[in-house]
């Protein structure tokens, strides 16, 4: 994969395999659509991830010798695994919603938590669902959520072995739920990592900065100029060590508010091609400002352009976005 200006000056993103073939980036929304597709399509193999997992734990069934009951258990993941199905029928609508409503996420991780508390906690293959329930709202609507959903299964969980078989059931169980912690983070930080990737991709090479005059007589064997040095000035020395606003430490949710941004949208515009509500863009824009340690909402477009995540013929400036306080 290479990319470069085109003669117009968009983005272009084109394979080493067919070169013939690129993908123009021409807008911000084209940037932010990348990740969203990323999301989207994770999201899709989440819920085709469960219908395969569904299909195991009718499997593991079999070999259950504690607290059986083969047909509770089958009966229980073939729901799962069609409700799956169904959500697999129209999941962008599924996707969209769990954005526009992050609580919505939750309720897949409640029923895998309602399943296995009937199907029994201690021993029931079901708890393999209710880990990959926690990838909804990973890959819909980040880690928070997603840790939210392995603390509502761990507790639910916990309270429901603890009243049934006591407090020694705190011991056997509570190793386990562990595991939905660490998988919730390992999914939220893949889709993060790849979503953050592929929102690079499409940036141009910045071309190497030109050396000031002095500098290339240097280069060249000349004596050196006999004026001092700026950067010997003790404002100048203290300016350098002040830590240079990047986009890299933003998250790939927040860098597509940028790059919408960046185009000219509004935030309640941006709400709407997101998919969220006008308040979380309006968090985002905050959150975006303070790590990348600018002071105005015209300045974080500025360095989104300057490094290349939008091409910078395409920005518009807003008439209300209101990334400024």
């Not at 470069?4 to 067919?18: H, I, M, N, V, Y």
Request: a positive charge.
């Amino acid at each position: 994969m290479s990319r470069a200006l085109s003669p117009r000056g968009q983005l272009a993103l084109t394979s080493f395999d067919e070169p013939d073939s690129a993908l123009t980036i021409r807008s911000g929304r084209e940037v932010a659509a990348l990740a969203e597709a990323l999301y989207l399509r994770m999201f899709v193999m989440a819920l085709g991830g469960m219908m395969m997992m569904c299909g195991l734990v009718v499997v593991a069934a079999l070999v259950r010798t504690q607290n059986a009951d083969y047909v509770r258990t089958a009966a229980l993941a073939i729901g799962f695994a069609l409700l799956a199905g169904l959500a697999l029928r129209v999941p962008r609508t599924v996707y969209f919603a769990m954005r526009r409503r992050p609580v919505l996420s939750l309720a897949a991780p409640m029923l895998a938590l309602l399943g296995l508390i009937i199907d029994g906690v201690g021993y029931s293959p079901l708890s393999y669902t209710a880990a990959v329930s926690t990838a909804y709202p990973a890959f819909a609507c980040g880690r928070r959520w997603a840790l939210a959903a392995a603390t509502l299964i761990s507790v639910g969980a916990l309270t429901a072995a603890t009243l049934s078989s006591g407090w020694e059931a705190l011991n056997w169980v509570g190793q386990g739920t562990v595991g939905y912690f660490v998988w919730a983070l390992v999914l939220a930080g893949l889709a993060e990592s790849f979503a953050r990737l592929v929102m690079r991709l499409p940036q141009a090479q910045t071309p190497p900065p030109v050396p000031p005059p002095a500098k290339v007589a240097n280069l060249a064997g000349d004596p050196p100029p006999s004026e001092p040095d700026p950067s010997d000035h003790p404002v100048a020395k203290e300016r350098s060590r002040e830590p240079t606003p990047s986009t890299t430490r933003l998250t790939a949710r927040q860098l597509q508010v940028v790059a919408l941004l960046a185009d000219g949208l509004r935030a309640e515009q941006i709400a709407l091609q997101l998919g969220i509500a006008t308040s979380t863009v309006y968090r985002y824009v905050d959150r975006a400002r303070e790590r990348t340690g600018v002071s105005s909402g015209s300045e974080l477009v500025a360095l989104a352009i300057r490094e290349g995540l939008v091409p910078a013929s395409t920005h518009k400036p807003a008439a209300d976005s209101r990334p400024d306080p």
